[in-house]
């Protein structure tokens, strides 16, 4: 990782312990800190979160992808795959990554300048493990499939859950971030998702569920 000069504001980072269970170790700190210098400073200049607060935001976005992160079940494969639909900002796919690096992470947004934002936080972070789809998920090779896909669902429509879904492979699973009353739930059985595990986010009326495919 290159040397990085740090202009945030201080912010209490122990506030993302109950997120990802325990201290963060001082290298993935340093990674989500030149991340958060990069997204306040590229938040000036374009709208990538409506959330402008430092401290809301390591909890709200960094918070929740380390969250998912900790609850991912192990991979039956060396080394597992996962597809951040509608990546965005990078939120949940990055923070999953820089925590997990055994897992190869794809950051999937549309939106070129939302992209090149995400291009350029892979390039100052290190995270070796991530590529970026500047494009539509539907757009991916058409029998590409991973070991896990991502979603935030308290921001999506439920037409995204279908585009989604049809990237999980066989024995995979969903993970999407979503309101408690959300009604996925009956989509994806039709699809052919098992019941979900449910965890409450700490401090958040957001849950976290796990279709298992």
Same mark, same amino acid.
């Given at each position: 990782m290159?040397?990085?000069?740090?202009?945030?504001?201080?912010?209490?980072?122990?506030?993302?312990?109950?997120?990802?269970?325990?201290?963060?170790?001082?290298?993935?700190?340093?990674?989500?800190?030149?991340?958060?210098?990069?997204l306040? *400073?590229?938040?000036?200049?374009?709208?990538?979160?409506?959330?402008?607060?430092?401290?809301?935001?390591?909890?709200?976005?960094?918070?929740e992808?380390?969250?998912?992160?900790?609850?991912?079940?192990?991979?039956?494969?060396?080394?597992?795959?996962?597809?951040?639909?509608?990546?965005?900002?990078?939120?949940?796919?990055?923070?999953?990554? !820089?925590s997990?690096?055994d897992?190869?992470?794809?950051?999937?947004?549309?939106?070129?300048?939302?992209?090149?934002?995400l291009?350029?936080?892979?390039?100052?972070?290190?995270?070796?493990?991530?590529?970026?789809?500047?494009? *539509?998920?539907?757009?991916?090779?058409?029998?590409?499939?991973?070991?896990?896909?991502?979603?935030?669902?308290?921001d999506?429509?439920?037409s995204?859950?279908?585009?989604?879904?049809?990237?999980?492979?066989?024995?995979?699973?969903?993970?999407?971030?979503?309101?408690?009353?959300?009604p996925?739930?009956?989509a994806?059985?039709?699809?052919?998702?098992?019941?979900?595990?449910?965890?409450? !986010?700490p401090?958040?009326?957001?849950?976290?569920?796990?279709y298992?495919?």
């Open positions: 290159e040397h990085w000069e740090i202009y945030n504001p201080p912010v209490d980072w122990n506030s993302l312990t109950p997120y990802f269970g325990g201290p963060l170790p001082p290298a993935l700190l340093r990674q989500l800190e030149i991340y958060l210098d990069l306040l *400073r590229w938040n000036a200049k374009m709208n990538l979160t409506a959330i402008r607060d430092p401290e809301a935001i390591i909890r709200r976005h960094f918070g992808g380390l969250f998912v992160a900790r609850h991912l079940p192990p991979q039956n494969v060396p080394r597992g795959t996962l597809l951040d639909h509608g990546s965005g900002a990078g939120f949940p796919g990055m923070p999953i990554a !820089l997990r690096p897992i190869a992470v794809t950051l999937s947004e549309s939106q070129q300048r939302k992209a090149s934002f291009r350029e936080v892979v390039r100052a972070t290190g995270a070796a493990n991530v590529q970026v789809h500047a494009g *539509r998920t539907e757009a991916l090779p058409p029998l590409q499939r991973f070991d896990c896909v991502t979603l935030r669902a308290v999506a429509a439920i995204a859950y279908p585009i989604a879904a049809a990237r999980v492979a066989e024995g995979g699973a969903l993970a999407a971030l979503e309101a408690a009353n959300s996925a739930g009956q994806l059985a039709i699809l052919g998702f098992g019941e979900a595990s449910v965890w409450q !986010l401090g958040s009326e957001t849950t976290l569920r796990l298992s495919r």
